[in-house]
């Protein structure tokens, strides 16, 4: 069955460290996402990537850093720079990013179970 | 710019009743629109969306959602609520620059009454 994987799923972080949430997609798509949700807020967007070996910064950017060496894997780095990095982290992907007058369906996003990070 | 605006972070219905999750959207140009739902602790699935072929989108478990342009709307229906659609939904609309982002309401949690 073709989806996304997060792991792990629950992951404990002492304040100072580093922390990498991996995400793997064998979908074929192109684009994949990284997103934050905290309660009553909604998704906010971390990174995003539309081709390998190449990422942007969303709108939360500050305190994480990605990669994208594989086009089936986009691993997220929560760095010990991230003030309030406790939450649950949700990684997507899409057939594209679109062009303009395109399928709706490189919009569609498809989601991983997600990770919630504690930190102690 | 691009907004969401999903109205009552929670809802409350009975068993059986009519559910109504409000969604309103700004943007210039009819965009693209989501329904997305979240149970607890996982990610989230897509419900349905919006291909601008009908106002009037099925999807999945009986939902459904109507395109209303002139009141910027995309609210979700359901005519018969069960136990199992207590879960947080989320409208997503595309951002319509360069990168074609979605980006996400704030979400309401329905509460389902036996």
């Known amino acids: 069955d073709g989806g996304i994987t997060q792991s792990p799923k629950y992951l404990f972080r002492k304040e100072g460290q580093n922390v990498t949430l991996s995400c793997e997609q064998n979908l074929n798509h192109d684009a994949m996402y990284w997103y934050r949700q905290d309660p009553g807020q909604g998704l906010r967007l971390i990174y995003y990537?539309?081709?390998?070996?190449?990422?942007q910064k969303g709108d939360i950017a500050e305190g994480y850093s990605v990669s994208r060496e594989k086009k089936e894997s986009f691993p997220l780095t929560v760095t010990s720079a991230q003030k309030n990095p406790t939450a649950f982290y949700l990684c997507?992907?899409?057939?594209?990013?679109?062009?303009?007058?395109?399928?709706?369906?490189?919009?569609?996003?498809?989601f991983g179970p997600g990770t919630r990070l504690t930190v102690l | 710019a691009q907004s969401v605006t999903q109205l009552g972070s929670h809802v409350s219905v009975s068993e059986g009743a009519l559910v109504l999750l409000r969604c309103n959207y700004s943007s210039s140009v009819p965009p693209y629109l989501f329904w997305y739902v979240q149970y607890p602790n996982q990610g989230l699935q897509l419900l349905l969306k919006y291909t601008s072929a009908a106002t009037l989108v099925k999807g999945i478990n009986g939902f459904e959602a109507e395109f209303k342009k002139s009141e910027t709307s995309f609210h979700l229906t359901k005519p018969s609520a069960h136990m199992s659609d207590a879960a947080e939904y989320f409208c997503?609309?595309?951002?319509?620059?360069?990168?074609?982002?979605?980006?996400f309401g704030s979400g309401t949690r329905l509460l389902v009454r036996p």
């Open positions: 997507a992907s899409s057939i594209g990013t679109i062009v303009a007058g395109g399928p709706v369906d490189y919009n569609e996003q498809f």
């Open positions: 997503a609309v595309t951002r319509m620059d360069s990168s074609y982002k979605l980006i």
């Open positions: 990537s539309q081709i390998v070996n190449d990422f």
